[in-house]
């Protein structure tokens, strides 16, 4: 069992940035991939990003690149997500995910609400 809990949400105007932190504990030893998925009211939940545990690649959706940074430490079971440049449209339901080495996501956290005024 892995247990994540999301923190940093919150409410910011557009051209702002956040921090959101997820803590991982329990069964994570064979952690593989950590990543942010979103979900918007009305929408479906969408994938933000990734960091593969061992090396630390990472990977973005197109609409958060170059103002979304992810990164882990690896020490702490920790994974961030640094948000700049905030647009309305990225106000959604945060969530964090990993992939303990099943290729595919199987623990999820509760979600950290993000929301961007305009």
């Known amino acids: 069992q892995v247990q994540l809990v999301e923190s940093g949400g919150g409410l910011v105007q557009a051209g702002g940035s956040l921090r959101l932190s997820c803590a991982a504990s329990?069964?994570?030893?064979?952690?593989?991939?950590m990543a942010w998925f979103r979900q918007a009211s009305g929408k479906e939940r969408e994938f933000v990003a990734t960091?593969?545990?061992?090396?630390?690649?990472?990977y973005y959706a197109e609409s958060v690149k170059e103002r979304f940074t992810i990164s882990r430490e690896k020490a702490k079971n920790t994974v961030s997500l640094q948000m700049s440049s905030l647009k309305p449209e990225d106000t959604a339901m945060y969530y964090c995910?990993?992939?303990?080495?099943?290729?595919?996501?199987?623990?999820w956290g509760q979600g950290t609400q993000v929301t961007v005024s305009s």
């Open positions: 995910a990993l992939d303990s080495g099943d290729y595919a996501y199987d623990s």
């Open positions: 329990g069964r994570t030893f064979s952690t593989a991939a």
């Open positions: 960091v593969i545990w061992s090396n630390g690649n990472t």
